[in-house]
């Protein structure tokens, strides 16, 4: 499968943990975004890369988040300190260039206790 | 910050019957739009875009788009819908050019029935 991969597809924490997330765009996409999707709304944008550089970073994401894309591959969300409305799913998507088809991987679905 | 707005949360129709979602953005330049749409279990998927050109655009599975500058609309229709089309649907907007940061509507829940 080349698509867009997630790890861990699931994840229970207790509140105060720290968690990350680990995203594997399709090979050759320079562009990968960061979302976090609750229950009966859209994906709403929480950052993304071009390659390595972090262009964006929405400013409803708090200091809690963070994410690094080394070497412009593979991805990683962290939320430090969880708390309970961080429960959600969390997607990333990859896309060739620009403004151009975002391809979605499954989510992560975090449950914070 | 541009916005999106889909105004139908909930859709329930039979099969056969023609189907036709509203999304309408809110967005001061050019825009790029999307429909997305994700079936029960699995990923979101490209459904149909507009970057530019004939505003009709069409899509996979029947689906097509038609965007009306003036009224900031993207609406989605089908002709004849079938139960496998019960999904989810999103809109999406990304502006041209810029920041590309991408805004979705809240999504549009279909049902179907046989």
């Known amino acids: 499968d080349t698509g867009v991969s997630q790890d861990p597809r699931h994840k229970i924490t207790k509140r105060g943990q720290n968690v990350t997330f680990r995203c594997d765009p399709i090979s050759e996409h320079n562009r990968l975004y960061w979302y976090r999707q609750t229950l009966g709304q859209g994906p709403e944008f929480l950052t993304y890369?071009?390659?390595?550089?972090?262009?964006?970073k929405s400013r409803l994401l708090s200091d809690r988040f963070s994410a690094e894309r080394p070497k412009g591959s593979f991805s990683t969300l962290e939320i430090q300190r969880t708390e309970q409305g961080d429960s959600a799913m969390y997607l990333c998507?990859?896309?060739?260039?620009?403004?151009?088809?975002?391809?979605f991987g499954p989510g992560t679905r975090l449950l914070v206790l | 910050a541009q916005s999106v707005s889909q105004h139908n949360h909930h859709v329930i129709l039979s099969e056969a019957a023609s189907l036709e979602l509203g999304c309408n953005y809110s967005?001061?330049?050019?825009?790029?739009l999307f429909w997305y749409v994700q079936y029960p279990g699995q990923h979101l998927q490209l459904l149909l875009k507009?970057?530019?050109?004939?505003?009709l655009v069409k899509g996979i599975k029947g689906f097509e788009a038609e965007f009306i500058k003036s009224k900031f609309s993207f609406n989605l229709r089908k002709p004849s819908v079938q139960w496998s089309d019960t999904a989810e649907y999103f809109c999406a907007v990304i502006p041209s050019g810029g920041s590309y940061i991408p805004t979705f509507g809240r999504g549009t829940s279909l049902i179907v029935h046989p």
């Open positions: 998507a990859s896309s060739p260039q620009g403004p151009e088809t975002q391809y």
């Open positions: 507009y970057f530019s050109g004939d505003p």
């Open positions: 967005y001061g330049g050019t825009v790029n």
């Open positions: 890369f071009q390659n390595e550089a972090q262009l964006e």
